[in-house]
């Protein structure tokens, strides 16, 4: 062959690989999955496109079964698999050419079914921390007019959590005046535990005797509370778990996480709604209905949310049945819808896009890009408000995520974290099962 013939040949073959990469078939094989995780009651389609006959085997026959087979089989490749699990279990799906050569295999992890409630009604949040928060310092004026604050001289900082003065735990701020008093008048040096960015460190701080306030004090400003409004995301009736907000409460001066100590959850009315605009995020207005009925306690606080036991299916909803759950590699972009309450405590639905999902094979915030399109809560919210929060979003019957956050720039759009994170930190679902495919 000639020169000029080998070089028409290689331009032939490589304009044929251009075009074969294009195609269906290619596209099918090269997306074919190495790994998908299913629920029990879940059945998954799975397409090669190729006009090829294999045989197919499963190394595990009585986790799920393919095409209606539990045993090897053969199959055309021209059609779809499909798998259907037949219980909770790890099996290998293999594809052979000829029954010997490998040409595609498959993990396939079964997982029992996790259905909940969603939610959507408002509630009221009422987060005790574990321990006292200092959020800033303050001066005391000393004999000499030299002002200083005794804490942040001994290194203390905005942020860190008291949990213990000398020997006896603090859950109070009313108890910290004091013993500092008590502790100063006596010439004491006062040792504090810390917590600060989850490790315990001791503190020693002299107390100085602020004569205006005629105490002994540590120049703290301190809290050991916070209180707001946010949306309930699912309920689980088997085992009373919940789960809120779709995001960490954060202490409002320092925003450092609040370590939970206690806390509780009631139900809540939306009186009004300043509607959002472009560079100011809206907000929801409500009050508390029954500060003596808790529905609920808060047990911890994570960066997908608040979660806790509720002691009873909360009340109001537009989905009063178990619904599946979806995993983050399930969620798509398109329609779908989010519930959440716009007046008193009537949970409705509205409709939304989500419109870009970033895959996630490990728990991360920001799951996917949502924009309300239903013209009502435009209308009303114009779009996504503060305590809107953790309002559950819906794809196909499933539950897909929470909504998190709204942009400031555009209060039609905003985050949504996958539900999968949510289901997680309630404890439903264990860390070993969490590898997405």
């Excluded at 062959?1 to 080998?6: A, D, E, I, Q, V």
């Excluded at 689980?236 to 409460?249: F, R």
């Excluded at 939970?260 to 709604?273: E, K, M, R």
């Excluded at 924009?371 to 019957?397: H, N, R």
């Amino acid at each position: 062959m000639s020169l000029n013939k080998r070089k028409w040949f290689g331009l032939f073959v490589a304009t044929l690989i251009v075009v074969f990469s294009f195609t269906s078939s290619f596209q099918s094989f090269v997306n074919f999955p190495k790994e998908i995780r299913m629920f029990e009651s879940a059945i998954k389609q799975l397409k090669l496109a190729f006009p090829l006959s294999v045989i197919v085997s499963s190394s595990n026959p009585e986790i799920l079964e393919v095409n209606g087979h539990q045993d090897e089989f053969k199959a055309n490749l021209s059609y779809p698999l499909t798998v259907k699990p037949k219980k909770d279990g790890n099996t290998k799906v293999s594809v052979k050419l000829f029954g010997v050569i490998p040409f595609k295999s498959l993990d396939v992890n079964v997982m029992k079914d996790i259905k909940v409630i969603p939610g959507g009604q408002t509630i009221g949040v009422k987060l005790k921390s574990a321990g006292i928060m200092v959020v800033g310092h303050h001066v005391i004026q000393q004999e000499n007019g030299v002002t200083v604050s005794p804490a942040e001289k001994a290194g203390i900082r905005a942020g860190d959590l008291i949990i213990k003065i000398g020997n006896k735990k603090i859950k109070d701020v009313t108890e910290v005046a004091e013993i500092v008093n008590k502790m100063g008048k006596k010439k004491e040096e006062i040792v504090l535990d810390i917590v600060r960015n989850r490790e315990k460190i001791k503190v020693k701080v002299n107390p100085l005797y602020d004569k205006k306030a005629q105490l002994y004090r540590l120049g703290l400003y301190i809290r050991d509370s916070a209180a707001g409004v946010g949306t309930l995301t699912f309920y689980d009736p088997v085992n009373h778990n919940y789960g809120a907000l779709g995001h960490v409460i954060t202490d409002m001066d320092t925003q450092e996480p609040i370590i939970v100590g206690d806390g509780q959850i009631l139900y809540s009315n939306v009186t009004s709604i300043d509607k959002g605009i472009s560079g100011k995020p809206g907000e929801k207005r409500a009050i508390f209905v029954d500060e003596d009925h808790v529905i609920g306690n808060i047990s911890k606080n994570t960066p997908f949310g608040i979660f806790g036991k509720m002691d009873q299916q909360p009340i109001n909803g537009v989905i009063n049945q178990s619904i599946p759950i979806a995993f983050p590699e399930e969620v798509k972009e398109g329609p779908a819808e989010i519930l959440t309450v716009i007046e008193g405590q009537k949970v409705e639905k509205f409709k939304i896009e989500i419109v870009n999902v970033v895959p996630q094979k490990y728990p991360a915030t920001k799951g996917m890009i949502i924009k309300v399109t239903d013209p009502k809560l435009l209308e009303k919210t114009g779009g996504i408000v503060q305590g809107m929060s953790g309002s559950p979003i819906i794809q196909d019957g499933k539950l897909v995520g929470a909504v998190t956050h709204v942009f400031v720039n555009d209060p039609t759009s905003g985050y949504g974290s996958f539900i999968e994170w949510m289901i997680r930190d309630a404890g439903m679902l264990d860390d070993e099962k969490l590898k997405a495919s």
